[in-house]
């Protein structure tokens, strides 16, 4: 009895041995990653990509750095140029196109604008925008104006004229900010390719107080300066000037200029590092005037269209820091275009030029151009945002 007895214990231990076995292998096959699903919610990642990889989804086929996500922010904005921030973080653009200056709304914050605002309509070829003060500040093609700012509806009332400007001519575009002393800066292109301007508000950079008064003379020389900003450090205004035509697929030099109150940069008798301009004149009268010029600091392929700059922020990775991001807007006349991207000037944190590489390209192709970067602007998170005015979209840029 004491045997048989035995004997069915051992099998009762060997059958749940086995049991437990069955069940162990069954769920070691089948159930492996429930624990989350059952047990306490464990936050998973938020990033779980390689940096050593870049991903683009904009459809356009674009390359750039290792580490970095390009995406659509926003489509269907027609001749996209400025961007800047609301006082609430909603990006606004300018669409001189279509004379309106528009909001894109990302209600769910899910990195894609889901609605449109029109701020305001009718206005005249428009171009440069500012916030101060929770007022809309607008560049126009002949004047300055200043609205009331309703951030809960994205919309502009109370229109006041500030000071009126030059307007028109082959530069229309009026680009404006505030500097870091608080004063309203505006530049004003050249109503030529090269020329004797009769207006001396022309071919220059103005500033004024905000509201308006105190309009006065910054600097000079200047042929089309699109688009400036400050610099970190220095606080200098750092601005973007496009050559003259006609000189040939290499000459004269774009430039970046480090802008100073006062100051002479050239135009029209001389470009680049005070490099006199004889096919315009070659007399000595504007060879002195040439030589009195300060000289650009940094020089660019000719016909780059150099536009919107932007200082890459802290948040970004460490090799990034000090330097500068410019849009390239491309070539109308060169024979072999160029331009078309987003270039990287690393400098050091003064702001000395060190050299230029590609950081964002893909905009052009055998049978044309896709698009055509515009203005560059950082959030407070480092994400970059990109207008392109020839694909009518706003792209967005951060990192993986």
């Known amino acids: 009895m004491k045997i048989f007895q035995k004997i069915i214990g051992i099998v009762v231990f060997a059958s749940l041995v086995f049991g437990l076995y069955r069940v162990g292998s069954f769920g070691y096959q089948n159930l492996r990653g429930a624990r989350s699903a059952f047990g306490p919610l464990v936050k998973p990642p938020t990033n779980t990509a390689s940096t050593n990889t870049a991903s683009d989804t904009t459809g356009l086929g674009l390359t750039l750095p290792a580490g970095f996500h390009v995406s659509i922010f926003a489509k269907d904005v027609p001749n996209a140029r400025v961007l800047v921030f609301d006082p609430t973080g909603t990006l606004l653009v300018s669409e001189p196109s279509q004379g309106k200056v528009v909001a894109l709304i990302d209600s769910d914050n899910d990195g894609v604008s889901d609605k449109k605002a029109v701020v305001v309509e009718g206005l005249n070829l428009l171009h440069g925008l500012a916030f101060k003060d929770g007022n809309l500040y607008v560049g126009e093609t002949d004047k300055v104006t200043k609205f009331s700012y309703n951030a809960a509806t994205h919309t502009a009332s109370n229109k006041q004229k500030l000071f009126d400007l030059a307007g028109n001519g082959n530069h229309f575009s009026r680009s404006i900010g505030f500097g870091p002393d608080g004063k309203l800066y505006v530049t004003i292109g050249s109503t030529c390719n090269v020329c004797l301007e009769k207006n001396a508000m022309r071919a220059a950079i103005y500033s004024a107080e905000p509201d308006g008064s105190n309009f006065r003379s ?3 020389g200047l042929r089309n300066s699109p688009f400036f900003i400050w610099h970190p450090t220095t606080k ?15 000459i004269p030099p774009d430039e970046i200029n480090i802008v100073k109150s006062g100051s002479f940069y050239g135009w029209p008798y001389c470009y680049g590092k005070k490099i006199h301009d004889g096919k315009f004149d070659t007399s000595q009268k504007f060879i002195d005037l040439c030589n009195s010029s300060v000289p650009s600091h940094i020089d660019l392929q000719a016909h780059s269209a150099p536009l919107g700059l932007a200082f890459i922020p802290p948040s970004w990775p460490k090799e990034y820091q000090d330097d500068l991001l410019v849009s390239y807007h491309g070539s109308w006349n060169r024979t072999t275009p160029t331009g078309y991207k987003v270039v990287r000037m690393k400098l050091d944190k003064n702001g000395a030029y060190e050299k230029t590489e590609d950081f964002l390209t893909g905009f052009i192709e055998q049978n044309g151009a896709k698009g055509r970067p515009v203005d560059l602007l950082f959030d407070s998170k ?16 951060s990192k993986i």
Do not use: C, N, P
């Open 218 to 220: 910054f600097a000079t």
């Open 236 to 250: 200098d205004m750092w601005a973007t000037e496009m050559g003259r035509d006609l000189l040939g697929d290499d």
């Open 382 to 397: 480092g994400v970059l945002y990109i207008s392109d005015d020839k694909a009518g979209s706003v792209y967005r840029m």
